[in-house]
Structures are given as structure tokens and as C-alpha cells.
């Protein structure tokens, strides 16, 4: 009923910047919090940053200063700005919609991934 389709990873130098954004489509009514949350190899899926409708944001220690969550409500997309990238950044980024209101239902989703690699 709800997909979410992320965009904009790769590869990129230590120090260098990467914007991610992710698109929800479907029988939406509304969505309440985005988030991003990233896995990295032999790691646990971990929160990244969310953000709720009303734009209050949660972010990651880890990433706290490097990373920007926003949101475009009219538009069902979520961002993640990504500057001072570090190689221990580097994972498979996962954008999730935990609570999403449809015409019939709650419900939640998740992206299929986007990978954002970090080396020199």
C-alpha cells in the first residue's frame, strides 16, 4: 500500500557530502514520523535521525553536527544531508515510515536500501 524509494548514495572521498532523499507513494493520508536508519556489514540496523510531522528531529550522537534530517511534507519526501562524511559511515541507508496513515489502514514501510560508501 506504501512504498518508499530512496536515492542519491554512493561512493564518495572522506570529508566529501552526499544528500539522500526518499519518496513515499501510495494510498497516503499521512505520514507521521521518517526516519533513516543504516546497517553497516557483520552491524545491527541502527537510527540514523527521524523526524516527526511537525519537523521535531531525533539524530544519532554519531552524527550529530555532520548530519541534517528535513522533510517535504506536501511532497511525502524525507532528506538526510550527509557533510564530513567518515569511512565508518559507510552502510546501507534504509528509509523508514513506522506509522503511516492510509485510506483503510496504519501501517508501516520501509526502503529497499541505498548504499553510501566512504574511502578514499
Known amino acids: 500500500q506504501v512504498q518508499l524509494v530512496e536515492s542519491g548514495g554512493g561512493l564518495v572521498q572522506p570529508g566529501g557530502s552526499l544528500t539522500l532523499s526518499c519518496a513515499a507513494s501510495g494510498s497516503i493520508f499521512r505520514i507521521y514520523v521518517m526516519g533513516w536508519y543504516r546497517q553497516a556489514p557483520g552491524k545491527q540496523r541502527e537510527l540514523v535521525a527521524d523526524?516527526?510531522?511537525?519537523?521535531?528531529?531525533n539524530v544519532a550522537d554519531s552524527v550529530k553536527g555532520r548530519f541534517t534530517i528535513s522533510r517535504d511534507n506536501a511532497k511525502n519526501t524525507v532528506y538526510l544531508q550527509m557533510n564530513s562524511l567518515k569511512p565508518e559511515d559507510t552502510a546501507v541507508y534504509y528509509c523508514n515510515a513506522p506509522r503511516v496513515a492510509t485510506n483503510d489502514a496504519f501501517v508501516s514501510a520501509w526502503g529497499q536500501g541505498t548504499q553510501v560508501t566512504v574511502s578514499s
Open positions: 523526524i516527526t510531522r511537525g519537523g521535531n528531529t
